[in-house]
């Protein structure tokens, strides 16, 4: 089993930054992620990292940058230039499934922690 705890969300004006957190603890999960959700739509996927390698939508390419402190189990989602359209609950997902930018690719999900950007 893994637990993930996430940290970081809050109210940030647009262009502004945020830094969220996810410590995992349990058993070493080599791939993990960060997906949101805004009200009324489908979870999507943001940013994952998987040996070594980083994996980010279209959408937040070039502004939010994923991180890993091995020693520490974390993983980070540093947030910059943030918009409106960022408002969502930013949730922090472990798994090794098929499928790195879709739900189904992931076995463990955070609680899950709110952004919201205002204009």
């Known amino acids: 089993q893994v637990q993930l705890v996430e940290s970081g969300g809050g109210l940030v004006q647009a262009g502004g930054s945020l830094r969220l957190s996810c410590a995992a603890s349990?058993?070493?999960?080599?791939?993990m992620g960060w997906f949101r959700q805004a009200p009324g739509k489908d979870r999507e996927f943001v940013a994952a990292?998987?040996?070594?390698?980083?994996y980010y939508s279209d959408s937040v390419k070039g502004r939010f940058t994923i991180s890993r402190d091995n020693a520490k189990n974390t993983v980070y989602l540093q947030m910059n230039s943030l918009k409106p359209e960022d408002t969502a609950v930013y949730y922090c997902?472990?798994?090794?499934?098929?499928?790195?930018?879709?739900?189904?690719?992931?076995?463990?999900w955070g609680q899950g922690t709110h952004v919201t950007v205002s204009s």
């Open positions: 990292f998987w040996w070594g390698t980083t």
């Open positions: 349990g058993r070493t999960v080599y791939r």
């Open positions: 997902a472990a798994g090794s499934r098929p499928g790195i930018t879709v739900v189904a690719g992931y076995d463990y």
